[in-house]
């Protein structure tokens, strides 16, 4: 897959984090926000702003599908599945933010080297 240097700017963030709860089921969107409140202890949140279209790029991009349900008499429930494609896609997200995690800690502990006068 192509890496895409959109990571740093936290597209791919929201996107790893979804993908990688939709391992465990399927959900619909305000569960997705909930679990990521509860899964981060509160830490993150991803507004409706920003959940909506990342759900929507996934499904344009063929990694999640989204099912219709019917819950009660009338309330339709949108529910996501994540597709093989996107656990694909979930491991180069994941294998990029390592990589950049690693960058970022080497820049950080990194002690210049203090020169004699």
């Known amino acids: ?55 929507y790029r996934l499904q344009e991009n063929g990694f999640i599908s989204a099912e219709k349900k019917l819950v009660g008499k009338r309330l339709e429930r949108i529910y996501y599945h994540i597709e093989p494609a996107g656990k694909e896609y979930l491991e180069t997200l994941i294998t990029d933010y390592n990589h950049l995690n690693q960058a970022i800690h080497n820049i950080l502990s990194h002690k210049p080297i203090q020169q004699e006068e």
Request: with cysteine; aromatic share 10%; glycine share 6%.
């Open 1 to 55: 897959m192509k890496r895409d240097d959109s990571f740093k700017r936290g597209k791919n963030n929201i996107e790893m984090i979804l993908l990688n709860i939709l391992c465990d089921d399927d959900y619909y969107g305000y569960q997705l926000s909930q679990l990521v409140s509860e899964y981060s202890k509160n830490m993150i949140s991803i507004p409706e702003g920003s959940l909506y279209p990342a759900l």
